[in-house]
């Protein structure tokens, strides 16, 4: 052992005071606050996104909730609409929409005159561009209902056009106005004198939450009521299914299966299965279901299948998950005083599972609420324009839509007041998706507290 | 003075209760138990003790088919109690296990009330008829754990809210719940501190009486104190099994003398 080939002993290590840190721990120290650092910086960015999101979300679609009105006095012509004075209700029937028309024009036309408000606009055609195409449809289903209504005047409240929907909500401006050939600035300067007299009023519009999507021209009347029905039938269909075969599933696999390369093949494909895209989903449905099957389109028992098939891995997934987490002591001390396999896992396995597979159950739900994909290809995107209370008796087996297929086919239309309407069905579906997740952690709360 | 509480042990009964001939259990391809006979004793304390990874525990899961549960595990020769070949085709592993209970090493009580744990093996049993029938049944098994005074009042609570030692008892009673005639116990003591040993000890002693207790330990002073019988594995054979005091104080096999004066293990 020689001097050069052992490092000499330094000379006598150098006292370091305790209260000045020397390099070494300086530099360990700086890179701990630079990771710090990076964490709250990402952490920031996020809260950053959210916030615009959020505000982006509230900003454009509160809108959505409330709309115009006209409150006129019609008065229901009794030469127009029961021409043989009998008041029976087939020949009141016969009387079309465009035999209301003209009523609510010069109901409309009157209130202004009669206010003494100066305009250009004096002809009955002129009142066109102010009145919902729909207000029509709307006084005649009142009328069918009530026939002893007709000959007398009759208050109504019925919807203003999209165009002065937009300007009241300032989507219209009159700069704009000039070329646009729905409205003229003439009609913007009557609404404004209209305003203080209570005949155009912006209201809460129960409507959209309850009401049925509507035709490309009249988007102030488009709810999404009725996909909302779509969405909650096909959310009924995906947990009566997914949830007790996902669980089943991941039960047998977990605790009764053999392990072997079948059910290790079995295991990666589940884990593929919760990677694919969900339109292949779509297209499963599509072939499945409805080509071989005959299964009606468009309707949400078919759309809760597919998505079912979508949740499922997300489903076991978890459950498995949950279910391996339980301790294999408790599994021991069950089968030790005699219990079989099946009591043991439902008598003591599963209850402490219990609070993870129903927040897995529920993110499942959650992410098949909100999927839209597989409802394109199996045709959850029907047009239905009747409203609610029809829609609701009618069951799983009918046509519908379901709210984020809603959602896509408003944010597909022209119309910038459809605009608004995707924003606003967003906000419902973000409130439905916040409901679910909270259920999920109350519950899971709940059963954990037990012990 | 511990040798001469050894010394003072005798084996109150010959009647064998289990009798194991030719045991060989694998683990895959690792031969776990090597070729072991043992003849077990009714109403006596049987001691399993070795170094890490000798094979005991492993043979005594074979005593009430734990092994089962573990798909690698393959178990050869022939296991009888009462006679009866416990690895035979029909019998059913389940009425085995409620007739050879089982205490774990890590108590595991369920997560459930004080009441629920004993009542558990009773129920799915049928032992009870009624309600009040059921609650004796629990009463007894919690007085002959010797948790009774320190429980009885809370019934109701969850049998995870007490100490390791009572838990441990706990388990101890839902085991003795369902009228066992073998209790096995898998290094009950190595969770607990020395007051709750002692306790469990004293436990052992008195379970004797109406059971055969065989049980795995570490420590070779609790194998002295409580047992009659002792039994030395060494990599997955018995090398010796006797007396216990014979074992501790004459051992024949020079493995047994280094394991228990400290050299091997």
């Known amino acids: ?451 | 003075m511990n040798d001469m509480r050894i010394l003072e042990r005798d084996v109150d009964t010959n009647t064998i209760k289990i009798a194991a001939r030719g045991v060989q259990v694998y683990y895959g391809d690792n031969h776990a138990i090597k070729d072991v006979d043992v003849d077990i004793q009714d109403k006596t304390v049987t001691a399993f003790i070795g170094p890490s990874g000798c094979g005991k525990s492993t043979f005594l899961r074979c005593l009430n088919r734990m092994n089962d549960t573990i798909d690698v595990c393959r178990v050869e020769g022939d296991i009888r109690i009462d006679a009866e070949d416990i690895y035979d085709k029909k019998v059913d592993p389940v009425q085995l296990r409620a007739k050879v209970g089982m205490v774990f090493q890590k108590p595991n009580p369920f997560p459930k009330s004080i009441y629920d744990n004993v009542a558990y093996g009773p129920r799915i049993h049928g032992l009870a008829q009624s309600k009040s029938d059921l609650d004796d049944i629990v009463e007894s098994a919690l007085r002959r754990a010797a948790i009774w005074d320190e429980v009885k009042d809370r019934l109701t609570a969850a049998g995870t809210g007490l100490s390791g030692g009572q838990q441990q008892r706990l388990c101890i009673a839902r085991a003795v719940a369902t009228e066992p005639e073998v209790l096995l116990m898998d290094e009950p003591c190595s969770a607990l501190d020395p007051i709750a040993t002692a306790q469990v000890e004293e436990l052992i002693d008195e379970l004797r009486q109406s059971y055969s207790v065989v049980i795995v330990t570490h420590s070779m002073q609790q194998a002295a104190r409580v047992s009659q019988k002792t039994a030395f594995f060494h990599l997955g054979n018995l090398v010796e099994y006797g007396e216990t005091g014979t074992i501790f104080t004459n051992p024949e096999d020079p493995r047994t003398e280094s394991y228990i004066t400290g050299r091997i293990g």
């Open chain 1, 1 to 451: 052992m020689t001097e050069a080939s052992m490092p000499a002993p330094s000379a006598p290590r150098q006292r370091v005071s305790l209260t000045a840190p020397d390099a070494r721990t300086q530099k360990r120290k700086a890179a701990e606050a630079r990771f710090r650092m990076y964490g709250v910086a990402g952490i920031a960015t996020g809260i950053f996104f959210l916030i615009v999101l959020l505000v982006s979300i509230v900003g454009s679609g509160t809108g959505a909730f409330q709309q115009t009105f006209l409150n006129v006095s019609v008065y229901l012509d009794p030469a127009k609409l029961d021409k043989n004075g009998n008041r029976d209700p087939a020949d009141i029937r016969k009387v079309s929409t465009f035999g209301y028309t003209p009523l609510i024009q010069d109901a409309l036309l009157k209130q202004v005159q009669d206010n003494g408000i100066e305009t250009p606009l004096e002809k009955r055609g002129d009142m066109k561009a102010m009145i919902s195409a729909s207000a029509a449809a709307q006084v005649r289903d009142v009328v069918i209902d009530n026939p002893d209504l007709i000959g007398e005047t009759v208050d109504f409240r019925i919807l203003a056009s999209s165009r002065v929907d937009g300007y009241l909500k300032d989507r219209v401006k009159r700069e704009d106005v000039a070329r646009d050939k729905n409205i003229d600035a003439e009609h913007l300067d009557l609404v404004d004198a209209l305003i203080p007299l209570g005949v155009v009023k912006k209201t809460f519009n129960m409507d959209f939450i309850t009401g049925a999507d509507a035709s490309e021209s009249r988007a102030e009347a488009a709810g999404i009521g009725v996909s909302m029905i779509g969405s909650f039938f096909m959310m009924l269909v995906v947990l009566v299914l997914a949830l007790p075969i996902g669980v089943a599933a991941s039960i047998y696999l977990e605790e009764f299966a053999p392990k072997n390369r079948i059910t290790d093949l079995i295991e990666v494909n589940i884990a593929n299965l919760a990677a694919v895209p969900s339109i292949v989903f779509g297209i499963l449905g599509l072939s499945v279901f409805i080509q071989f099957m005959h299964l009606p389109q468009s309707a949400p028992l078919v759309g809760g299948m597919v998505l079912t098939l979508m949740t499922l891995p997300t489903i076991i997934i978890s459950t498995r998950a949950s279910l391996k987490a339980v301790p294999p002591s408790i599994r021991d001390a069950a089968l030790g005083v005699g219990a079989s396999k099946m009591q043991s896992v439902f008598h003591h396995v599963l209850p402490l599972a219990a609070p993870g597979i129903l927040t897995g159950t529920i993110i499942g739900l959650a992410q098949a609420l909100g999927e839209t994909a597989p409802l394109l290809l199996i045709g959850m995107v029907g047009f239905i324009a009747s409203n609610a209370p029809d829609s609701i008796a009618s069951g799983l087996l009918d046509p519908n839509s379901a709210m984020p297929a809603q959602i896509y086919e408003w944010a597909k239309r022209a119309d910038p007041a459809y605009y608004e309407r995707a924003w606003g069905g967003i906000i419902i579906l973000l409130i439905f998706l916040i409901t679910m997740n909270t259920i999920a952690v109350i519950l899971r709360r709940r059963f954990e507290r037990r012990w």
